[in-house]
C-alpha cells in the first residue's frame, strides 16, 4: 500500500471509530441517567409546608379516619384535627398542627394521626418536634400521649415480625409514671388487649419537655439509639431490633383509664416542624441539623427518594 494510499484509508477509520465511540458513551449516559448514582442519598424530607390536607396527601401522607386502638375506646380520628398554622417562633415558617379534643370521660374524644407509606427500615430518622403540657382550652391533667414513630401491622397476636420504634412524650405521667416523661421505645411485639401483654424495652427522661425538640433515630448493625436535642436518650439491641418494613408516623391520644374527671371540653396540641430520613446513613444529630438546613436553603420543601418495595405494601394508618 502506498503513503497515498494509507493517508487516504486513516481518516476514514478514525471518522468510524469516533462514531462507535460516540453511540457507546451515548448509551453510557442513558444507562446513568436511567439508574441513579450511588452517591445521591436516598432520602425522604417534608417541611409540611402546606396549607391544605389535600396537599399533604399528594406527598404520601395519610390523615387517619379508622377507628380502633390506640386510646379511648371510641375515640373518633378526627381528620379535621390535622391542619397548617404559622409557627409562633417563626412567623414565616409553616408547621403541621395536630389537636386532640375530649369532654371527658363518657364525653366525645377525637385523636389524630397522620402516617407515610410503608417503606422505611435502616438509617437515621428525625424530626423537630414541639411537645404541650397543658391544654390550649380547658381543664388539664388528661393522661395523653405525643409522638413520633415508625411501626409495622401487627399481622397477628404476639407476631414476631413486628417492628416499632418510639418517642412517646406523657406530659401528665402515665403508665405506671408520675408527672411528665419522655419514653423512647422499642419492641419486639404484643398481645392486643384485652389479654394485654408486650415485649418491649424502654428508657425514660423525667420531666417536662415542653417546647421544640429534634428527635433523632439511628437504626443500623443491630442497634437502635434515641437522641433528643443531641442527648442520647437509649441504646437498644439484640431481639428488639426491628425485622419489617416500616411506616413513619405521627399521633395524639388519650390514654384509656387516664382521664381527668372533670367534664368540660379541652383541647391539646402537637406541632411538626419537619421530618427527615436517610436510608443506610448513621448520622449524627448535627448531621441531621446539617442536612436539613441545606435543603432548607436550596428551597427544597419536600422530597422523597426513598424507594417503595415492588409491589407496594399497604399503609393502613390504623395503628
Not at 442519598?41 to 399528594?58: G, K, M, T, V
Not at 377507628?67 to 390535622?82: F, R, T
Not at 399481622?155 to 405506671?176: I, V
Request: proline content about 6%; hydrophobic content about 40%.
Amino acid at each position: 500500500m502506498s503513503k497515498s494510499e494509507a493517508a487516504r484509508i486513516v481518516p476514514t477509520l478514525t471518522a468510524a471509530a469516533c462514531a462507535v465511540a460516540f453511540v457507546f458513551a451515548s448509551a453510557l449516559t442513558v444507562e446513568a441517567q436511567r439508574r441513579p448514582s450511588k452517591t445521591v442519598a436516598r432520602a425522604l424530607f417534608d417541611d409540611f409546608s402546606y396549607s391544605s390536607r389535600a396537599q399533604l396527601a399528594r406527598h404520601g401522607w395519610i390523615v387517619r379516619t379508622a377507628e380502633g386502638w390506640p386510646g379511648v375506646p371510641g375515640a373518633i380520628w378526627w381528620s379535621e384535627g390535622v391542619t397548617f398554622v404559622r409557627s409562633d417562633d417563626a412567623p414565616r415558617n409553616t408547621v403541621l398542627r395536630m389537636t386532640s379534643t375530649t369532654g371527658g370521660p363518657g364525653t366525645r374524644t377525637n385523636q389524630t394521626q397522620v402516617c407515610h407509606q410503608r417503606k422505611y427500615f435502616e438509617g437515621t430518622y428525625a424530626a423537630r418536634v414541639r411537645f404541650y403540657d397543658a391544654p390550649t382550652k380547658g381543664p388539664g391533667g388528661d393522661q395523653l400521649v405525643e409522638s413520633f414513630y415508625t411501626i409495622s401491622p401487627l399481622k397477628a397476636p404476639w407476631d414476631m415480625d413486628y417492628s416499632e420504634l418510639d418517642f412517646e412524650y406523657l406530659p401528665n405521667g402515665g403508665w405506671g409514671i408520675a408527672g411528665p416523661t419522655l419514653y423512647a421505645t422499642t419492641w419486639e411485639t404484643f398481645y392486643p388487649e384485652p389479654n394485654w401483654k408486650k415485649d418491649n424495652v424502654f428508657d425514660t427522661w423525667a420531666g417536662s419537655r415542653a417546647g421544640w425538640h429534634t428527635l433523632v433515630t439511628q437504626v443500623s448493625g443491630g442497634h437502635v439509639k434515641y437522641f433528643v436535642d443531641g442527648r442520647q436518650l437509649a441504646d437498644h439491641a439484640d431481639r428488639f431490633y426491628p425485622e419489617s418494613l416500616m411506616s413513619v408516623n405521627f399521633n395524639l391520644w388519650f390514654i384509656r383509664d387516664g382521664m381527668a374527671k372533670e367534664q368540660g371540653e379541652r383541647s391539646y396540641r402537637e406541632d411538626v416542624d419537619w421530618v427527615f430520613h436517610e436510608v443506610d446513613s448513621v448520622l449524627t444529630p448535627d448531621e441531621v441539623e446539617a442536612r436539613v438546613a441545606a435543603l432548607r436553603r436550596a428551597g427544597v420543601a419536600f422530597r422523597d427518594t426513598v424507594p417503595a418495595p415492588r409491589p407496594a405494601l399497604t399503609s393502613p394508618c390504623n395503628f
